[in-house]
């Protein structure tokens, strides 16, 4: 009934996401502000500081313009819970969405729908939702357990601020948010495999999307896994090995970054920072004293992003892989995109390009007005404008030494990186229509 009437309600579903979010974002600024949200002796961050850590944990990205230590442990509570609600939100928020589009489309559309929502029906709803709540809590107990059975055993905390900790860094590395209670994020961690390990197991896992997660525990065998699924698991392969792979060989010497470090902690470390830019946002070396073509590799894997439906941002790895299939079959000739024994619609290929210049343009836009406001280089401010749409949370360490109006940008470009790639395929699938007539075919010259 509840569905009923919220599909009844919105003519337009991307006004459900945008409402949600922006209350979720208004109410967490409100509790930032409290007096007692910060430490007793700190100054109070300001209001843009509020609405910016808001927008972050709710965005799931963790970009800050203060470090999380200022806040007492009532706004540390207050982030983490937008982090869940954020989190798992977008995952609630997106079934919604796809019930509009299918209560409007034919079967074919509705296919299509579900393809680039992981939309289901009515009927399956409150399934979808227990078995995210499940998952979730799942993956993000397994983690915290192991990481306060670490930090209870190795480190100086008392065990309950361990078991704070762990469960701290659980939420948010599940839900790809990236931040930390430490203020150097996780490089004091950085040769210590109980931390990055389990840390990269929960931000990959949350990545994958929640309908291959459901798929998953279904059992569902591989040779029964649906193209989706197949596209995504393969894309997400060849990224985690290339970003590892590709920070290992230019940062090996690099005396502020790897070069101190012995093989084994390179490794963990160039596997650590490889994996972090699909949207997660925690770091284990210097992120501002990479050189420049780390950054720029790091900076095509946030906005690749990592799968559909899932705790990430980016364009999202079924996106670039569409395209990447589009170009091939182009290369070869091939009148149709077969991928994995089935053929791609043309409209899957269309979605794609629309949604992946559409970023593109948003990705530069931002990077050069926030050039054009302050005296950092275009390799920064891209960097920095990139994370935040893709809520990932990295930065050279910018972000509080821009002027206001770049602060407020970016809390702009973290709302449209979260909401944009979910309403906007949404909204494409419901807007498609056929004409009872076409016009002439003529080819202009290309290239």
Excluded: C
Excluded at 160 to 171: C, D, K, L, N, T
Excluded at 222 to 233: A, D, E, G, V, Y
């Amino acid at each position: 009934m509840v569905v009923r009437r919220i599909i009844g309600a919105v003519h337009n579903p991307a006004q459900l996401v945008l409402a949600a979010f922006v209350m979720l974002i208004l109410v967490g600024t409100l509790l930032l502000r409290l007096p007692f949200a910060v430490d007793s002796g700190l100054r109070h961050p300001g209001l843009l500081d509020s609405l910016f850590w808001a927008t972050s944990a709710t965005t799931v990205t963790g970009l800050g313009t203060v470090d999380v230590s200022t806040f007492s442990l009532f706004g540390e509570l207050v982030l983490l819970a937008l982090i869940q609600l954020g989190g798992f939100g977008i995952m609630t928020i997106g079934s919604v969405l796809a019930l509009v589009a299918s209560r409007r489309l034919g079967l074919r559309q509705r296919m299509l729908a579900q393809a680039e929502i992981g939309a289901v029906d009515i009927g399956e709803l409150r399934y979808l939702i227990s078995a995210i709540a499940k998952i979730t809590l799942l993956v993000e107990s397994s983690i915290a357990l192991i990481l306060f059975i670490h930090l209870s055993t190795t480190g100086d905390d008392s065990l309950g601020r361990a078991a704070y900790s762990a469960i701290f860094h659980a939420v948010s590395a599940f839900n790809n948010a990236g931040i930390s209670l430490y203020s150097d994020s996780l490089t004091r961690f950085a040769g210590d495999p109980l931390v990055v390990f389990p840390i990269t197991a929960a931000f990959v896992i949350g990545g994958l999307g929640f309908p291959i997660l459901v798929e998953f525990r279904k059992r569902v065998p591989p040779r029964k896994w649906s193209l989706h699924t197949r596209i995504t698991l393969g894309a997400t392969v060849v990224l985690l090995i290339a970003g590892p792979l590709l920070v290992l060989v230019f940062e090996w010497t690099n005396v502020a970054t790897l070069g101190p470090m012995g093989v084994w902690d390179k490794l963990q470390a160039a596997w650590f920072q490889g994996v972090t830019p699909r949207t997660a946002g925690f770091n284990t070396i210097d992120i501002g004293a990479q050189r420049e073509p780390t950054l720029n590799i790091m900076t095509g894997l946030m906005f690749i992003g990592a799968g559909p439906a899932s705790t990430s941002g980016g364009i999202k790895v079924t996106t670039f892989a569409v395209l990447g299939f589009a170009m091939w079959s182009e290369v070869r000739g091939d009148n149709d995109i077969n991928v994995f024994n089935r053929r791609l619609p043309v409209q899957v290929v269309r979605q794609a390009m629309t949604v992946a210049l559409l970023s593109v343009g948003t990705v530069f836009a931002g990077a050069i007005a926030l050039t054009a406001m302050s005296s950092f280089s275009f390799t920064q401010t891209l960097f920095e404008a990139t994370s935040a749409f893709g809520t990932v949370g990295l930065s050279t360490g910018i972000t509080n030494s821009l002027p206001g109006a770049g602060q407020f940008l970016l809390v702009l470009i973290m709302l449209t990186g979260r909401i944009g790639p979910v309403t906007f395929v949404t909204a494409l699938a419901l807007r498609q229509r056929s004409r009872a007539y076409r016009f002439p075919e003529e080819r202009p010259i290309i290239g």
